[in-house]
């Protein structure tokens, strides 16, 4: 994508402004200024406020928001802070979030209770596993992708290898979602993110070293440079003060909201690029391992990489615009909140529709006559509880029937698809088939 313009030097602006003009501008407050939080290559295409030109227009938004401003830990490559405001765009937004995503309200009442529960997880991790992926250019169908993942099949190319591989480090953040992060963890994440498609494999799992080639950001249609990271001989100490960061207590009066301090993160790796490839991936890993952290339990269910993907210039030019304004991280948090309250969204909309779909087949079970009212029960009860294993002395005990009816009833269930048979030992057990919805669905 092309490199949003940079704006005008605010040094400049002064000088050419008489003392009266000057005055007059900063106590003005046109009411357009605060719509939206233009960076000054979108405010330079829109009409200005009347009686202002666009220059002055610029230097009262900059003069209102580094009122606002608050410095982060993060240095540019020159040893300038980053830093973002808390404007009412983000103070309207993390409420929502908090309710919505950390609260026991509306969606959360659905998983918590359900279930289900597992299987909205795994939905959840293959879905952000295939989006992160092809945002990084993996080329392959849903269809395929989900398929692998479900069956366990091997990749067959390099883009389904990181579709799995993108899998495997989501559960591995489960794993370790209430341990501190480390370089080590990164580094794992890394690994286990990059397996087997790096053209170096040895570059698995190591931030780049000062003899290796640095990689930096380039727009594949123009070929300009967009990003420039800092030196390698730099990565390890910018690394740790990351995870120092992402650790550490808020300071005495200097309150970090959670949620800004996650989305910091996945700015803050993706910025730095300590690997030589995957860093997007391992910077939205990061995000995840965050936010379940610090107690926002949702996210085991929430892909923000499905949305990021339908837009992924509007994802790139939030990093652009805040390289390009003073390092104001303001842009890249405004979007980011907006993306995770969309997705959170999704998700009410998914387990609604999954919801809906369960109570009609539900109601479809109770009309197949091909099933016995104990068959009925049975596979009602697999449907909503998916993890749940029968045997035949179960389903004897439940029905008081002979051994040999709870058998048939069973097999016939297995026979029809609506059951999958295992053992234990020499033990006959039974669970619920894959997609059970879909064979339900198929049954007349």
Known sequence: ??????????????????????????????ASIIKKYFHWDELRRRPAPEGFTHEEWWLILKSGRQQLERETPLLDSQGTPFSYSLTNHILEKLPRIDAQAKGAIGVSEQVINSGQRDRYVISSLIEEAITSSQLEGAVTTRKEASNMLRTGRAPRDKSEQMILNNFMAMNKILSFKNEDITPEKICELHRVVTEHTLDDESATGRIQRPSDKRVSVWDETTGDVLHTPPPAKELEKRMQKLCDFANSPDEEGQYLHPIIRAIILHFWLAYDHPFEDGNGRTARALFYWSMLKQGYWLFEFVSISSLLRKAPTAYARSYLYTETDDNDLTYFIIYQLEIILRAIKELEKYIERKSQEVKQIDHYIRDLSILNHRQKALAAHALKN?????????????HSIAYATSRSDLLKLVKLGILQQFKIGKAL????????????????
């Not at 092309?2 to 008489?18: C, E, M, Q, V, Y």
């Not at 998916?386 to 439940?398: D, G, L, M, P, V």
């Open 429 to 444: 057990r039974f669970r619920a088939a894959d997609q059970l919805e879909h064979v339900l669905q198929q049954i007349g």
């Open 386 to 398: 998916s993890n749940a294993t029968y045997s035949i002395e179960s389903h004897q005990r439940s």
């Open 1 to 30: 994508m092309k490199k949003p313009a940079t704006p005008p030097d605010l040094g400049n602006i002064f000088k050419n402004l008489s003392h009266d003009r000057l005055i007059e501008i900063l106590t003005s407050s046109p």
